[in-house]
């Protein structure tokens, strides 16, 4: 084991603060207000998320997608239907969104429920991808059990001689809208004192309201 006193690493956050009136009118335009600020402050990666969805045995399981596209819709982001997630999706729609801007003293957390999009959604977004990205898609039966690094290897070879050009959209390529509920605006502050503020959609619209830390 490491010697690094994990108990004892902390920061006392003194970045910004978030206060009511600081809130936009909807939590899409403030999550987008957000996101401007954090992919011109870390650059790399920003619109990295942690998605979170539940097994047919009630056991969570987490991983780290990107953020393809955000509107009054909801959340957007691309994988292989087949995946674990994809799985776990079709069996239960709810799951749970985290952005975890550490630089930036901040976190958004989505509670929402995830739908397919469109087939032609779906299509536009894999044309656009890197010729290499879409031959992997190809070649990769995401989650499933492989013999060694070569089997992938081989398969992306196969892959590639079979379109050197263009690729075709995979059957199990797929991708999701997931609709918030509830949107949670986390910025760090000093003595633990963080701010928390959450909307929260009702029939009548969004609330907001403030969480203790």
């Given at each position: ?35 401007g600020e954090a992919h011109e402050a870390i650059q790399h990666d920003a619109n990295a998320m ?110 590639e001689a079979r379109h050197p050009d263009d690729v075709p959209t995979p059957e199990e390529w797929g991708g999701y809208v ?36």
């Amino acid at each position: 084991m490491s010697d690094l006193d994990l108990a004892a690493l902390r920061e006392d956050y003194a970045r910004d603060g978030l206060d009511e009136a600081d809130l936009a009118a909807d939590p899409i335009a403030m999550f987008g207000r957000w996101m401007g600020e954090a992919h011109e402050a870390i650059q790399h990666d920003a619109n990295a998320m942690v998605l979170s969805t539940v097994g047919a045995d009630g056991a969570p399981s987490s991983r780290v997608v990107l953020l393809k596209g955000v509107s009054d819709a909801g959340f957007v982001f691309f994988t292989n239907t087949g995946s674990r997630k994809g799985t776990e999706l079709a069996g239960d729609p709810r799951c749970a969104l985290l952005f975890p801007w550490h630089l930036l003293e901040r976190q958004v957390r989505v509670d929402g429920v995830a739908t397919p999009l469109p087939r032609e959604d779906v299509e536009a977004y894999f044309s656009s991808r890197p010729h290499g990205s879409q031959l992997g898609a190809v070649a990769s039966h995401q989650s499933q059990v492989v013999s060694g690094r070569a089997e992938l290897e081989t398969a992306y070879a196969e892959a590639e001689a079979r379109h050197p050009d263009d690729v075709p959209t995979p059957e199990e390529w797929g991708g999701y809208v997931v609709r918030p509920e509830v949107v949670e605006f986390w910025q760090g502050r000093t003595s633990r004192l963080h701010d928390r503020l959450v909307y929260r959609r009702l029939a009548s619209g969004w609330v907001t309201e403030r969480l203790a830390p």
